[in-house]
């Protein structure tokens, strides 16, 4: 049973415009969420996180919201670069534990 | 600050050949760990280490994998023997403290 899940595989935006990606949980014990990017061939880079007694956390270009009553996060970019052009995972950490457990990602394309 | 290193980037091995990853972590990072990346899906712990023990190796195959850290700094990871199956990304990654993992580029092992 999956317990992070990201079920777009893909997305496609327009550079400029906003890219919003989507990450659903089912684990009511996570309370540490973290979004990962990760270029072809190079590991995972850090990009943001949330702790559950937020609901949204702004860095730069970078925004996760959180709702945590609907087991919901999502990760806004604006505006999109083709930079950005990566597969964006998805991880939470349940208290008291260093695990991550991570989604399947979301590859985004930003056109220029 | 020198990222975490692994090596091999790349291994071609026969089935039922052993093999070995290397990890060398960041400086002053006391918990290393360790993950497997299947195609299309998001990493998944195999172990992890604070300082020299190893903490959570629940999902470390342990009839055929191993690992370990001496002196707390740096670590390997063997199959022996390899299998089919085991085709995949191994993921290194340290912390210090409740800070975000960082992650090393990863060695791509391919099973013939």
């Known amino acids: 049973d999956q317990q992070v899940k990201q079920n777009s595989p893909s997305l496609s935006v327009q550079e400029g415009r906003i890219s919003i990606l989507n990450c659903d949980y089912t684990?009511?014990?996570?309370?540490?969420f973290l979004w990962y990017k990760k270029y072809p061939a190079e590991g995972p880079t850090f990009l943001i996180s949330?702790?559950?007694?937020?609901d949204k956390n702004e860095d730069g270009r970078f925004t996760v919201f959180l709702n945590k009553s609907a087991k919901h996060l999502s990760l806004h970019i604006v505006p999109s670069q083709p930079g950005d052009s990566a597969v964006y995972f998805c991880?939470?950490?349940?208290?008291?534990?260093?695990?991550?457990?991570f989604g399947k990602g979301t590859k985004l394309t930003v056109n220029p | 600050e020198a990222g975490v290193v692994q090596s091999p980037r790349y291994k071609i091995i026969e089935k039922k050949q052993p093999v070995a990853f290397w990890c060398n972590p960041i400086?002053?990072?006391?918990?290393l760990y360790w993950y497997r990346q299947n195609l299309g899906q998001g990493p998944e712990l195999l172990i992890r280490?604070?300082?020299?023990?190893?903490?959570?190796d629940s999902q470390l195959p342990k009839d055929r994998f191993s690992a370990e850290r001496l002196k707390g700094v740096d670590s390997t990871l063997k199959i022996q023997p390899a299998e089919l199956g085991d085709s995949a990304v191994y993921l290194c990654?340290?912390?210090?403290?409740?800070?975000?993992?960082?992650f090393g580029d990863g060695t791509r092992l391919s099973i013939l």
């Open positions: 400086s002053g990072h006391n918990t």
């Open positions: 684990n009511s014990m996570f309370d540490y």
């Open positions: 949330i702790s559950s007694i937020k």
């Open positions: 991880a939470a950490r349940q208290g008291g534990s260093e695990k991550l457990v």
């Open positions: 280490y604070e300082n020299e023990e190893a903490v959570d």
């Open positions: 990654a340290s912390s210090f403290g409740p800070q975000p993992q960082h």
